[in-house]
């Protein structure tokens, strides 16, 4: 058992002739945080921490990261230990409701899943609504903000919160298979009660009444890891946007919403489609990937490789070299090891692992590097990367948002600010301004 944080410790902060005392609380992981829960009223002062860097907006028992250490944890169980003994679904149900399931507690989630992977056949006219050319991640978060309209029993969550994240990580599989096939013009493929979670949505993505989709099984693993690998992340923008806007008492629907729409920022959730991207760009210039290392080196020169290096993880992401095996499986399988665009990557790769400048900054292949390379290799198209992201990321957001609902800390997030504008003006009349 995880102990809580502890406040034995002090510290000290000096105002001018004033000393105020602050507690010093203590994680179950030895991470450390001055309180300052008490400073304003005390002391009249606030902080200011622009991107909140160096703040703490909660206490949680989910994830546990250390960047230096590269370790990442779920509910005190290792990534290694996760990505390579469970499926995605044994993560999701640790995720929210924090232990592993039982053999009967995992077949039980799993019909869940089953019973509510369909969408509503109102909902299904909703698509017909989008332009040919709209985001998925548009369509996505418009339409799980609409799921609250056809379940809104949410609205008591001691009750029902079991149903709904089942019912979430269900349809909202449903719905991204559904956004692809109907922006390329196809018919759409329902849910097999059949096939695992992952072998589900790869068959409503490909499956045709002309070709049939084959399930490749080292497809399916490498998604199941990929899934895994982006279920929770600490407190990163989307999650904290999910936190932000339920601190409102707002549905768990709207929440997620939320949520996807943050996740959709290129700065977040878009990394992995930045590399394709780049990779594209190398590949339109002739293929010459030395040119663009030499660029990136270059402290003149704005180009950047992107995929290299993490904000958090100071030595190697623990998820690129679970996901690196993966992607080699993956490239093997499905004989593309020789196509153009992954080519020009597992070249970058090789030389990002050896070339000194990338070894001395410690600007290693990250997680969004692998992950982008597989879903081009599986066939899921560039817009669609960060609806995979999000399918991963969503346990992890159900699960933020149930323990802000439950703790006995939470208050609606209300960040303040340093004015920095002119002082107050005298109003001018009309009549009388030049």
């Known amino acids: 058992m995880a102990k809580k944080y502890v406040t034995d410790k002090i510290a000290e902060v000096r105002i001018?002739?004033?000393?105020?005392?602050?507690?010093?609380?203590?994680?179950?992981?030895?991470?450390?945080?001055?309180?300052?829960?008490?400073?304003?009223?005390?002391?009249?002062?606030?902080?200011?921490?622009?991107?909140?860097?160096?703040?703490?907006?909660?206490?949680?028992?989910?994830?546990?990261?250390?960047?230096?250490?590269?370790?990442?944890?779920?509910r005190g169980?290792?990534?290694?230990?996760?990505?390579?003994?469970?499926?995605?679904?044994?993560?999701?149900?640790?995720?929210?409701?924090?232990?592993?399931?039982?053999?009967k507690e995992l077949d039980g989630f799993k019909?869940?899943?089953?019973?509510?992977?369909?969408?509503?056949?109102?909902?299904?006219?909703?698509?017909?609504?989008?332009?040919?050319?709209?985001?998925?991640?548009?369509?996505?978060?418009?339409?799980?903000?609409?799921?609250?309209?056809?379940?809104?029993?949410?609205?008591?969550?001691?009750?029902?919160?079991?149903?709904?994240?089942?019912?979430?990580?269900?349809?909202?599989r449903t719905i991204a298979a559904f956004s692809y096939k109907k922006s390329?013009?196809?018919?759409?493929v329902y849910p097999r009660f059949n096939l695992s979670y992952c072998a589900n949505f790869l068959n409503m993505m490909f499956d045709s009444p002309v070709q049939p989709y084959l399930i490749n099984d080292v497809v399916v693993d490498a998604l199941n890891k990929?899934?895994?690998l982006h279920g929770d992340?600490?407190?990163?923008?989307?999650?904290?946007?999910?936190?932000?806007?339920?601190?409102?008492?707002?549905?768990?629907y709207s929440s997620i919403s939320a949520g996807i729409n943050a996740l959709w920022g290129p700065l977040h959730g878009g990394a992995n489609q930045s590399v394709m991207e780049m990779l594209e760009q190398i590949l339109a210039d002739g293929g010459n990937y030395r040119k663009f290392i030499d660029k990136a080196k270059d402290p003149n020169d704005p180009f950047r490789l992107v995929g290299f290096g993490h904000r958090v993880y100071?030595?190697?992401?623990?998820?690129?070299?679970?996901?690196?095996?993966a992607c080699d499986d993956v490239l093997k399988s499905l004989h593309?090891?020789?196509?153009?665009?992954?080519?020009?990557?597992?070249?970058?790769?090789?030389?990002?692992?050896n070339d000194e400048y990338f070894v001395e900054r410690r600007l290693y292949p990250n997680v969004d590097f692998y992950s982008g390379i597989i879903y081009r290799a599986i066939g899921i198209p560039t817009n669609m990367f960060t609806v995979m992201f999000a399918l991963g990321r969503l346990p992890g957001w159900i699960a933020h948002w149930e323990e802000m609902w439950k703790s006995p800390d939470a208050k609606i997030s209300r960040p303040r600010q340093i004015y920095t504008g002119p002082l107050q003006r005298k109003f001018v009349p009309m009549e009388e301004r030049e």
Do not use: W
């Open 336 to 353: 593309v090891e020789d196509e153009p665009l992954l080519a020009i990557a597992k070249e970058l790769e090789e030389v990002a692992l």
């Open 111 to 172: 019909m869940l899943l089953n019973d509510h992977s369909i969408i509503h056949e109102d909902m299904v006219h909703f698509f017909d609504g989008f332009p040919s050319l709209a985001s998925p991640m548009s369509i996505l978060s418009s339409m799980v903000n609409g799921l609250h309209n056809f379940y809104p029993e949410m609205d008591d969550p001691k009750e029902t919160l079991g149903l709904t994240a089942a019912r979430l990580l269900s349809k909202v």
């Open 233 to 252: 992340h600490e407190q990163n923008c989307s999650t904290a946007t999910v936190r932000m806007v339920g601190s409102a008492r707002v549905n768990l």
């Open 226 to 228: 990929l899934l895994i």
């Open 314 to 325: 100071k030595n190697h992401d623990p998820r690129s070299r679970i996901i690196k095996k």
């Open 184 to 188: 390329k013009g196809y018919p759409l």
């Open 77 to 103: 169980y290792a990534i290694e230990d996760l990505a390579e003994k469970c499926s995605f679904v044994e993560v999701a149900f640790l995720l929210i409701n924090g232990k592993l399931p039982t053999n």
């Open 16 to 74: 001018g002739d004033q000393v105020f005392t602050l507690p010093v609380i203590e994680g179950s992981e030895g991470e450390r945080a001055i309180d300052i829960r008490q400073l304003r009223s005390e002391t009249g002062l606030i902080t200011l921490d622009s991107g909140y860097m160096n703040t703490g907006s909660c206490t949680s028992e989910i994830t546990f990261l250390d960047g230096e250490k590269s370790l990442l944890n779920y």
